[in-house]
């Protein structure tokens, strides 16, 4: 099951209140002003900055 449409429409990045966008996989909120990834965990956003990701970090991860 897939994050809440309008829920994704209200989340800003808790650190710059920038836009976020939601990873391919839907296991990351990404903010492109911070380069950071949030986690989603069982469906529910991680919006806590002492657990955002690096994006190149999070992206290396991946591999």
Not at 7 to 21: H, R, V
């Amino acid at each position: 099951m897939a994050l809440n449409k309008e829920l994704l429409d209200i989340l800003a990045c808790p650190e710059c209140k920038g836009e976020l966008t939601l990873l391919p996989d839907e296991d990351g909120l990404y903010c492109p002003k911070c380069a950071v990834v949030y986690p989603v965990k069982d469906e529910i956003p991680i919006m806590l900055t002492d657990q955002a990701v690096a994006y190149d970090d999070w992206e290396g991860s991946k591999a």
